[in-house]
């Protein structure tokens, strides 16, 4: 599967707010999430490549995810549900991958039609946003309606949105609130 999604960093999450719920978007509680990330060795093919356990409070993913540019519709995904995020981890543990780290962000989602939008705050970072769809027209589209046109916005990892602030998450085991 294709994943068309942009972040737009440092962003006014009240006014945003605001206009989801002025747009009768789909309004779901802010919850903490959870993760584990994996990275594939570098002779395995590791740029761009890793593997994410991520506990959504409702649900627990797994995912696979290969970025190859910085920009929309780049970065293939595959996912499945698991039952158990401290087993699942601890399998994935046993696996010869490196920059196994934990990291945690509270998420408050809405979802509009078929689009959805994650306003993202994690440790140490100002807030953001990331806007999905089945369709990069859809996702340029939106930016447009939020007035978010104007702001810097990319596909990129977690990794480089801290790098963007001067921060090697390489050099944090844990990232928690």
Known sequence: ?????????????DVLISKLRELWAEEFDEVLLKRRVFKLPQEDGGDGRFIRLRDEWDKITLTYKERKWEWLGNTQEVEIIVDDFEKT?????????????????????????????????????????????NSSQKVEEWLKMLWLEWKDEWNIS?????????????????IMF
């Open 1 to 13: 599967m294709i994943e068309y999604e942009t972040k737009v960093l440092d962003i006014n999450r």
């Open 89 to 133: 981890y601890e399998i994935l543990s046993k696996v010869h991958w490196y920059a196994r780290f934990y990291q945690e962000n509270k998420r408050h989602k809405f979802v509009l039609w078929d689009i959805e939008f994650c306003i993202d705050t994690r440790p140490m970072i100002p807030t953001y946003i990331e806007i999905e769809s």
């Open 158 to 174: 977690v990794l480089l949105t801290y790098q963007k602030y001067w921060i090697d998450l390489h050099k944090f085991e844990k």
